[in-house]
């Protein structure tokens, strides 16, 4: 699975950005695709999930702010992103999963991520 990303941008606080992500390879075997990102000096950060039944999941703080949706969870997703702020700078990255006969336990694709800048 190759994940490609783009949308990558420098808003103003309380602006949006939209990211696509486009998905090729063994696209059947991907059962969600989501978004996480990576500041400066911290950790890797999830955000948003959608399975491929369309249902989603969110990091508590980008909760009403930002909204995953997919074509069927395989093929692409995009991450629309409303009221920024300057803490939501950072790199976002890609996330795609597929399965594996472990329960529980998926395998990890990641695009090459994109840089989002919000300014104060």
């Known amino acids: 699975v190759q994940l490609q990303a783009s949308g990558e941008g420098l808003v103003q606080a309380g602006g949006s950005l939209r990211l696509f992500c486009a998905a090729s390879?063994?696209?059947?075997?991907?059962?969600?695709m989501g978004w996480f990102r990576q500041a400066p000096g911290k950790q890797r950060e999830f955000l948003a999930f959608v399975r491929e039944d369309q249902s989603t999941i969110y990091q508590d703080s980008v909760k009403g702010r930002f909204t995953i949706s997919g074509d069927n969870a395989r093929e692409s997703t995009f991450l629309q992103m409303n009221s920024l702020k300057p803490e939501d700078t950072a790199v976002y990255l890609c996330?795609?999963?597929?399965?594996?006969?472990?329960?529980?336990?998926?395998?990890?694709?990641w695009g090459q991520g994109t840089l989002v800048t919000v300014s104060s």
């Open positions: 996330n795609a999963q597929t399965p594996t006969t472990k329960p529980g336990v998926s395998n990890y694709y």
């Open positions: 390879g063994n696209i059947t075997s991907i059962n969600g």
